[in-house]
């Protein structure tokens, strides 16, 4: 079960997106120069640079990755992961499996102490415990490879002159820094870059210089990624996880060596007119919103509108359905066998849709008998929130959906070459079985934890593509997508306007409604159909770009620093 409300979701499915025929040419879609939108107005002004001097969405996307490891510390870099969703002109979608993974030596009781149960999170986070290997550099290596026009080292150029020239604090990383003080300062390089003698944060709009960072970015750019996977960096990076990680197996040197960014098969299917694609496993993301999009399906939505009631109370009951089998069933396919085809099977989802009532809620919402799928444990664990999503489009009509995550804020708080690592292997389960029943998220050695990300790819009738989303904020990834999806595509809002739009998550018996927005206000009638809820402050954080009458515009959350730019 999922055990917090976290700050900051017809054609057959698993095709391989197969190209679909269109009478318009795409590439009359694309921007003149290109489209980039993302957390940071420095971080898209990276991914801008590198468009204008005749990049590919790829580059871009890349260029920003970059850019957001210097000034989005707490969120994403090259010390975490991410996966990357690319759709072409001709409708082709392809996606990258960047994400990290346990060390060789982990094993399913990795998080238990020595009273046999699992670690407090706080415990468990702050040490070599949380760090997987890092899968963010051989992802960017790969997609450069496949779909790159410029110069590896040109990628760089950007973040590596921030982190040697200066940038400034931010409101927002400030208060990262504040909150997030045990994390952020753990470790003696983060508090000498963000922290005064005295142990408070720098002001906002102080000017912070990152020369390690600076450092490793330029021979990343000379060398290329290998120089951060093999090598004597690298041994000397395993050996500062192993050194903090209280375990007889801990990262070695192989473990780094070993890994491999992955090809996966995206997820595509019809929702309405629309084709959606987005992250398999071991991303629960795609089939997350794919449910709670489909098993809506039979509703008049667009009648509903955003400030109905019924439509909040549906959505709700869509997302209970959704997560139970989420919960369940999701994990690294490479490690346990994943019932996608049948967790995204049309009739199934038309099933579990027909469990929604408009007019009262569902006593319970539990897993399906999904096809195809084994018998398995819900798994306990919490989920990422120091996360990351940008969208960038080119000239050519490619367009890059990518999220990135270190996992928590500040990740594992551990530096490394002036850059923080994360604590994706939190992720996973904290117990390998329960009551005798495998979990499917359970820990093991070389395997990857279950992710909520969901970059996303939407194409119309036609096969023009039509929207570029994703999100941050742990298990509300899905949800947010799902949200800004509907907004889009059912009520044909802006997708500024989409991502304004609160949020409500509702991934099990309680309904958590975003505080201080209309939907709030719309408690009293939630509950009299019988939902528990509860309303909090909630920080939320999503990227997207849309085309709208022919031309692209880009949104960037308002709960956020973000920002977009074309040209």
């Known amino acids: 079960m999922l055990r917090r409300f976290l700050p ?3 054609l057959p499915l698993i095709a391989a997106c197969a190209t679909v025929p269109a009478s318009t040419p795409k590439e009359a879609f694309a921007p003149p120069v290109g489209l980039v939108s993302a957390a940071d107005p420095r971080a898209v002004e990276a991914g801008m640079t590198i468009l204008r001097e005749g990049g ?26 991410g996966f990357f969703v690319r759709g072409d002109a001709a409708g082709h979608v392809s996606t990258i499996d960047g994400r990290e993974t346990a060390p060789a030596g982990a094993t399913g009781d990795w998080f238990f102490g020595a009273n046999g149960k699992p670690l407090p999170f706080d415990q468990a986070q702050a040490s070599g415990l949380s760090v997987g290997v890092p899968g963010n550099l051989r992802l960017a290596a790969k997609a450069h490879k496949e779909h790159g026009k410029l110069a590896w080292a040109k990628l760089f150029a950007p973040a590596i002159a921030l982190a040697r020239d200066g940038f400034l604090i931010t409101p927002r990383l400030h208060e990262a820094l504040d909150s997030g003080r045990a994390t952020g300062a753990r470790d003696a390089d983060g508090r ?15 000017e912070v210089k990152n020369p390690a960072l600076a450092a490793t970015l330029q021979r990343l750019a000379t060398q290329g990624a290998d120089a951060f996977y093999i090598g004597p960096e690298a041994a000397a990076m395993a050996a500062e996880v192993a050194a903090d990680t209280p375990r007889p197996r801990p990262m ?23 084709r959606i694609c987005g992250m398999g496993p071991p991303s629960s993301g795609a089939t997350t919103v794919y449910a709670i999009l ?59 849709g027909a469990l929604i009532a408009t007019d009262r809620t569902m006593p319970t919402a539990t897993a399906g008998a999904v096809p195809g799928a084994l018998a398995l444990a819900d798994g306990d664990e919490p989920e990422e929130h120091g996360t990351s999503h940008f969208v960038a489009l080119d000239k050519w009509g490619d367009a890059v959906s990518y999220t990135s995550t270190i996992e928590s804020g500040f990740g594992s708080g551990l530096v490394y070459g002036g850059f923080y690592l994360n604590n994706e292997l939190t992720d996973f389960s904290n117990v390998p079985s329960v009551n005798g029943v495998m979990v499917a998220n359970r820990v093991e050695g070389g395997k990857r934890p279950r992710s909520s990300m969901a970059p996303t790819l939407v194409y119309d009738a036609d096969g023009h593509l039509l929207v570029a989303v994703g999100a941050a904020g742990g ?30 998550f509702s991934p099990g018996d309680t309904v958590y409604l975003e505080a ?37 515009v880009g949104a960037a959350d308002p709960r956020s620093e973000g920002t977009w730019k074309s040209e």
């Open 8 to 10: 900051l979701a017809a």
């Open 56 to 81: 590919s969405a790829t580059d871009a996307a890349i260029a920003t990755m970059l850019a957001l490891t210097v000034v989005e510390p707490q969120s994403s870099g090259i010390g975490g992961g």
């Open 192 to 206: 000498a870059l963000f922290y005064a003698a005295n142990g408070s944060v720098l002001p906002v709009g102080t």
């Open 252 to 274: 070695t040197a192989a473990d780094v060596a070993g890994y491999q960014a992955k090809d996966r098969p995206p997820v595509c299917g019809t929702y309405r007119t629309w």
């Open 294 to 352: 489909k098993q809506l399906e039979r509703f008049d939505l667009k009648a509903m509108g955003p400030s109905s009631p019924t439509f909040w109370h549906v959505f709700a009951e869509s997302q209970r359905l959704a997560y139970a089998d989420r919960e369940k069933f999701a994990a690294d396919a490479d490690f346990i066998k994943v019932p996608v085809t049948g967790m995204t099977d049309p009739a199934y989802l038309a099933a579990r």
């Open 475 to 504: 298990a509300t990834i899905p949800v947010q997508t799902a949200k800004n999806l509907i907004a889009m595509l059912d009520f044909d809002l802006g997708p500024q306007e989409a991502l304004a739009l609160p949020v409500m």
């Open 516 to 552: 201080d927005t209309p939907l709030a206000a719309l408690a009293p009638a939630l509950r009299q159909l019988g939902h528990k809820v509860e309303v909090r402050p909630a920080g939320f954080k999503a990227n997207a770009a849309k085309r709208v009458n022919g031309a692209w």
